[in-house]
T-cell receptor
Framework: DGGITQSPKYLFRKEGQNVTLSCEQN?????MYWYRQDPGQGLRLIYYSQIVNDFQKGDIAEGYSVSREKKESFPLTVTSAQKNPTAFYLC?????????????FGPGTRLLVL | QKEVEQDPGPLSVPEGAIVSLNCTYS??????FMWYRQYSRKGPELLMYTYSSGNKEDGRFTAQVDKSSKYISLFIRDSQPSDSATYLCAMSATGSYIPTFGRGTSLIVHP
């Protein structure tokens, strides 16, 4: 089955700790995205990548970092500089070929602070 | 003013009702319009996709775009309890493949 997987489903972070969220896709998509979702709010773009070894900041990149070493993988690190990390994190992908593309989402990771 | 406005609800309706969900937007460059359904603690899934103005129907769902009024709607006929979810509208402009999302409307269909 083609799709996007995210792990873990739940993640707990201690103060001062960096944590990494995994996102893998087998849809052969070029573009991948990370969103943050807070209760009652829409999706806010953290980072996106149109191609391997290249990525751009979204609207709320501060306190986050990403890498794109493989087409299938786009991990997100929540650093200790992110002071309010508790949220639902969604990874998405799209073909990366033009405007109006459909994004396909993973099941999400819920990050909680201990 | 946000680029995309969507009433968060919740919208509570009885089973079998016709549901109308709406978004307004301010950016006249938006050409691609999408509706996603998100169940609690799950990722969004694409429901409807429309380019430019007009209507599109898929089973019990109809998406409508009125670009002159900068207004889009999603209608659900014969609503079912399984339709209870948050519905997110999203839209993007020509030349951009990153959509702008609404906040989502929470829908509750009670038996």
């Amino acid at each position: 089955d083609g799709g996007i997987t995210q792990s873990p489903k739940y993640l707990f972070r201690k103060e001062g700790q960096n944590v990494t969220l995994s996102c893998e896709q087998n849809l052969n998509h070029d573009a991948m995205y990370w969103y943050r979702q807070d209760p009652g709010q829409g999706l806010r773009l953290i980072y996106y990548s149109q191609i391997v070894n290249d990525f751009q900041k979204g609207d709320i990149a501060e306190g986050y970092s990403v890498s794109r070493e493989k087409k299938e993988s786009f991990p997100l690190t929540v650093t200790s500089a992110q002071k309010n990390p508790t949220a639902f994190y969604l990874c998405a992908s799209s073909m990366g070929q033009g405007a109006g593309e459909t994004q396909y989402f993973g099941p999400g990771t819920r990050l909680l602070v201990l | 003013q946000k680029e995309v406005e969507q009433d968060p609800g919740p919208l509570s309706v009885p089973e079998g009702a016709i549901v109308s969900l709406n978004c307004t937007y301010s950016n006249s460059a938006f050409q691609y319009f999408m509706w996603y359904r998100q169940y609690s603690r799950k990722g969004p899934e694409l429901l409807m996709y429309t380019y430019s103005s007009g209507n599109k129907e898929d089973g019990r769902f109809t998406a409508q775009v009125d670009k002159s009024s900068k207004y889009i709607s999603l209608f659900i006929r014969d609503s079912q309890p399984s339709d209870s979810a948050t519905y997110l509208c999203a839209m993007s402009a020509t030349g951009s493949y990153i959509p702008t999302f609404g906040r989502g409307t929470s829908l509750i269909v009670h038996p």
